[in-house]
């Protein structure tokens, strides 16, 4: 199947780390890829990774692949109230050059 | 770089008329993308394109739906007739080339009453 699949939500305090996970399917991804989508706003790009990379760092976020278990995470450093979205993970799946996104996961963060 | 651009922004119309709902993708890009949000199914691939043609509508839900690419610079989705459960956000995304990244719209919020 193509299924993505995060956890739905994640609440954290200010100045925290958040991280995200996300579980994929396909094997043959190329890209995985990690969109914030603000309340009435259209999802933006964050960052991505190549699948033959593990770890990818921008600044306060790192991303880590785990190619064996499918596993993707989002890491956000020093969390701020403008962190407040939907995270979306997503993978091309196929020979279709489709992007499949996770459910999502809403984070929100507390001062 | 004006990014994707999708109108309108908001549609509110009753069930039964035709929606059209609009988007320019970023120029040079060769691939659009029509998805579909709503709480209960999450972000749904309805149909994309390549070179302005429809490369895949298997996401299409039914005959009341229907994309056209006239030209590289302007596409459309269009619902007729509307029915309630098509309420939901639809986004418009582009990318130049295989693998490069998805750019979306803002999203058009549709309303069927």
């Known amino acids: 199947g193509e299924d993505v699949e995060q956890s739905l939500f994640l609440s954290v305090r200010e100045g925290d780390s958040s991280v995200i996970n996300c579980t994929y399917t396909?094997?043959?991804?190329?890209?995985l890829y990690w969109y914030k989508q603000e309340p009435g706003a259209g999802l933006q790009l964050l960052t991505y990774?190549?699948?033959?990379?593990d770890m990818k760092q921008d600044q306060r976020l790192t991303v880590l692949l785990n190619k064996k278990d499918k596993h993707l995470s989002l890491r956000i450093a020093d969390t701020q109230t403008g962190d407040s979205a939907i995270y979306f993970c997503?993978?091309?799946?196929?020979?279709?050059?489709?992007?499949?996104f996770g459910t999502g996961t809403r984070l929100q963060v507390t001062l | 770089d004006a990014g994707v651009i999708q109108s309108p922004r908001h549609e509110v119309t009753e069930m039964g008329q035709e929606v059209t709902l609009r988007c320019k993708p970023i120029?040079?890009?060769?691939?659009l993308f029509w998805y579909r949000q709503t709480m209960m199914r999450g972000l749904e691939l309805l149909i994309y394109?390549?070179?302005?043609?429809?490369?895949?509508d298997s996401g299409m839900p039914e005959d009341r739906f229907s994309a056209k690419m006239p030209n590289a610079s302007f596409s459309t989705l269009k619902i007729q007739p509307s029915e309630p459960r098509d309420s939901a956000v639809y986004f418009c995304?582009?990318?130049?080339?295989?693998?490069?990244?998805?750019?979306f719209g803002n999203g058009t919020r549709l309303t069927v009453t």
């Open positions: 396909d094997s043959s991804s190329t890209y």
């Open positions: 394109f390549n070179n302005n043609v429809p490369i895949d």
């Open positions: 120029s040079g890009h060769d691939y």
């Open positions: 990774i190549f699948s033959n990379m």
């Open positions: 997503a993978e091309i799946t196929g020979t279709a050059s489709k992007l499949t």
């Open positions: 995304a582009s990318r130049a080339i295989d693998d490069s990244p998805l750019h």
